[in-house]
């Protein structure tokens, strides 16, 4: 049994597949967070889940979910590449003047994958953090 799902899935060679989605607790079918997949579709009648890797800070997402065109693939190097959204709450705050205030990251996730070896985080760029304060906390 597969938890979550894939909203894109992209042909890796004749009998493997990369899906990106996301990952659902089984018990609460609450959401996790963004997930990279590798599938064996040899047996296109059972295809099986060879390896995944969940994005676990925060609530992200990745455009990738929903536009292809930010799905990127760099078939020579085995490498994807998506964009990543996390936000938080911070609690308690790490940097002085936050008060409670929500952090956002922007990011451009990379992952190598190869059957075989599977799904392995391999870097990122960050972009700039936006550090916002909850509406109740600008209102007063």
Known sequence: VVSGWSSYLHPLGDDHLIGIGRDVDPVTQQMIG????????????????????????????????????????????GVLAVPLVTWDWWSPCPEPGCDGSMRWTNELKLYRIAPGTGVEPAGFFAAKRVNRKPPAARMA
Not at 47 to 52: F, K, N, S, W
């Open 34 to 77: 963004m997930q990279v997949s590798l599938f064996d579709v040899t047996d296109p009648a059972a295809p099986l889940l060879d390896d995944r890797h969940v994005e676990p800070v925060g609530w992200n997402g990745s455009e990738a979910e929903w536009d292809h065109h930010a799905f990127n693939w760099f078939d020579p190097l």
